[in-house]
């Protein structure tokens, strides 16, 4: 069979979901009022931080208007399906915590909602050419080659270290100094490539893991200071129900039914609109007002802008208002990363597939990051008897990997995969999604950079900047980021 072939640019060309020709509908009512149009709030950009910062605003009685550049809402939440073949272009899955299931809950989706499958939990490490499991209990770490008796010896000392002066210092530092090189090495360079695709000799241990950091400088130990959360969260009444805690969730029809949702939910306020297909050309202050400029003589006024857009993105509409506002937004890297997936025949592939995926370590020296088994996560993403994989290229180490065409893309997947996963045949349907500016990168100096963005700021009342290159790049951060900016603008408006 020949492989079906795909590309992002196609599907942002042919959505699949009805909601577009709502909000095509709505950007042409708004092109013909122009700049007459007066609103409480208006939010630039249709991503996962847009969506609810203007869903919050909308909720409490503001005018709301938010514009997206493409044709359909969502940002990076895009999901594709080509008959029975199944895939998401940006991230794969959400966490389930406590302030995602009250979305969940007060949208009407869980019910919905898709817990990911229990084999899931089991993560495996590409080591030393092997694709090996971490250990599932903490007894088993010594018989593991992930951790080994070294691993586990660096781990029993950590207790003992000194902590480490105020000073910032790279993620791989941290790691080193708390965990040894071996853990950097194998465990945490494999992670920080999953999740940000990121150098750790350049991330900052502070902004990029906040959370290990705050270990260290309250209880002296990574250790002692998770052993006493944990016994903290135990002591504390369950803030999930039993069933959803822990879980990674989906929906059938993909993540793009969650931001299809918060689209409706926005648009059934009595005073909310979503303007589609609407570029915005510029942004500038006139009196107590922003005025966004989307086409000649065509735009909103707003009380409060937010803009919910790429940190490039911010800078090139802010650049003319503030250079001091737009630099610190210049100066955030953003790698490019190709998700690449293919699909098999299950004859033709000869590891169990039973994990959420497969991480790949720098010195392991491929070019491909990892794998997720995105057939294992959840059913109905690949037809019977076949499987589908997620791999992904490019990244800050490795920008040029993500450069070749979707053949030679493909092609360097399976070299890479081929060995640790024994495949065999060819595969049967692929597609290349391209993010020529992908995930941004939390590196030395960027909590300095956000410090002074938000200074710069304080000269421009009405002014909001989120998205996931600040406060945290999950999807889960930036829809509750999202939910507390808009509230604050709510209850600011509410009560002047």
């Given at each position: 069979m020949h492989p079906t072939r795909l590309t992002e640019w196609h599907v942002l060309a042919h959505p699949v979901t009805g909601d577009v020709m709502q909000c095509e509908a709505q950007s042409e009512a708004s092109d013909r009022q122009g700049t007459r149009e007066t609103r409480d709030v208006v939010v630039v950009g249709g991503g996962a931080s847009g969506l609810t910062a203007a869903r919050?605003?909308?909720?409490?009685?503001?005018?709301?208007?938010?514009?997206?550049?493409?044709?359909?809402?969502?940002?990076?939440?895009?999901?594709?399906?080509?008959?029975?073949?199944?895939?998401?272009?940006?991230?794969?899955t959400l966490m389930m915590k406590p302030p995602l299931h009250t979305l969940l809950d007060e949208l009407g989706l869980l019910d919905e909602a898709q817990p990911a499958n229990p084999d899931a939990?089991?993560?495996?490490?590409?080591?030393?050419?092997?694709?090996?499991?971490?250990?599932?209990?903490?007894?088993?770490?010594?018989?593991?080659?992930?951790?080994?008796?070294?691993?586990?010896?660096?781990?029993?000392?950590?207790?003992?270290?000194?902590?480490?002066?105020?000073?910032?210092?790279?993620?791989?530092?941290?790691?080193?100094?708390?965990?040894?090189?071996?853990?950097?090495?194998?465990?945490?360079?494999?992670?920080?490539?999953?999740?940000?695709?990121?150098?750790?000799?350049?991330?900052?241990?502070?902004?990029?893991?906040?959370r290990l950091v705050a270990l260290e400088r309250e209880f002296g130990s990574l250790?002692?200071?998770?052993?006493?959360?944990?016994?903290?969260?135990?002591?504390?009444?369950?803030?999930?129900?039993?069933?959803?805690?822990g879980q990674l969730v989906s929906f059938p029809s993909g993540l793009q039914r969650l931001a299809a949702r918060l689209a409706e939910d926005i648009t059934a306020q009595s005073d909310a609109s979503i303007h589609c297909e609407c570029e915005v050309n510029g942004v500038y202050r006139e009196g107590e007002y922003w005025r966004v400029e989307t086409a000649p003589g065509q735009g909103f006024r707003a009380?409060?802008?937010?803009?919910?857009?790429?940190?490039?993105?911010?800078?090139v509409l802010l650049a003319p208002l503030d250079p001091q506002v737009a630099a610190p937004l210049e100066a955030i890297a953003y790698p490019p990363v190709n998700a690449v997936s293919v699909g098999f025949?299950?004859?033709?592939?000869?590891?169990?597939l039973d994990g959420f995926g497969m991480l790949i370590p720098g010195v392991e020296h491929r070019q491909t990051l990892g794998a997720l088994f995105s057939s294992t996560l959840f059913p109905g993403r690949a037809p019977s008897d076949h499987v589908l994989l997620t791999a992904f290229l490019g990244g800050r180490r490795q920008p040029e990997a993500a450069a070749s065409d979707d053949d030679a893309q493909v092609a360097q997947v399976v070299a890479d995969l081929s060995d640790l996963l024994?495949?065999?045949?060819?595969?049967?349907?692929?597609?290349?999604?391209?993010?020529?500016?992908?995930?941004?990168?939390?590196?030395?100096?960027?909590?300095?950079?956000?410090?002074?963005?938000?200074?710069?700021?304080?000269?421009?009342?009405?002014?909001?900047?989120?998205?996931?290159?600040?406060?945290?790049?999950?999807?889960?951060?930036?829809?509750?980021?999202?939910?507390?900016?808009?509230?604050?603008?709510?209850?600011?408006?509410?009560?002047?």
């Open positions: 919050a605003a909308a909720r409490r009685g503001l005018s709301v208007t938010l514009l997206e550049r493409t044709m359909q809402v969502g940002g990076n939440l895009r999901t594709h399906r080509d008959g029975d073949w199944q895939i998401e272009l940006g991230p794969n939990r089991r993560r495996y490490i590409v080591y030393r050419g092997a694709s090996v499991a971490l250990p599932s209990h903490w007894l088993k770490a010594p018989i593991n080659s992930l951790i080994g008796p070294r691993g586990l010896g660096a781990l029993l000392c950590e207790p003992f270290r000194r902590r480490a002066p105020q000073a910032e210092e790279s993620l791989a530092d941290f790691v080193t100094r708390r965990l040894g090189r071996r853990t950097l090495d194998h465990l945490v360079d494999p992670f920080v490539s999953g999740v940000y695709a990121g150098d750790p000799e350049r991330l900052s241990a502070q902004a990029a893991m906040p250790v002692r200071g998770g052993l006493v959360r944990l016994r903290q969260a135990r002591r504390a009444p369950p803030a999930l129900p039993r069933e959803w805690r009380r409060e802008l937010v803009l919910a857009v790429p940190a490039p993105t911010a800078a025949r299950r004859a033709d592939i000869a590891h169990p024994g495949i065999s045949g060819e595969p049967v349907w692929q597609s290349v999604s391209r993010w020529l500016q992908a995930i941004p990168q939390y590196e030395l100096g960027h909590l300095e950079r956000i410090a002074a963005l938000e200074t710069a700021l304080e000269r421009h009342p009405g002014l909001s900047l989120i998205g996931n290159w600040r406060d945290g790049i999950a999807v889960g951060d930036c829809l509750e980021n999202g939910r507390r900016l808009g509230e604050r603008i709510a209850e600011a408006l509410n009560e002047g």
